[in-house]
């Protein structure tokens, strides 16, 4: 997994000197190339101690997630997306009832 973030790095000149808001718009590729969290540890890792990013710019490309306990609802009506952190089963219907509306 070190030469993924080796070669995203790489791809887009990115530095430790690249503003957080600009790497943010990388996370996508980061996290689509980094399937589970061994990989995205191993990841943090190396952007922290191999390209000398600060721990905060390795949080903006590889955030924390919690696999298993986030659910993304995707509705027809529109291209939204919801990220509900494990809600009770009344919530979770209750927001689909909203958004469908």
Known sequence: MLAVVTKIVEKYNLSSKTDSSELSQYT???LKSLTDD??????RKRLQDGFKFSNEQVSV???NQRSGKVKIINVIKGSCKMVVTSPPKDLEEEIIREITK
């Open 28 to 30: 996508t590729e980061f």
């Open 38 to 43: 061994r990989k995205r540890n191993q990841a």
């Open 61 to 63: 490309l590889i955030p």
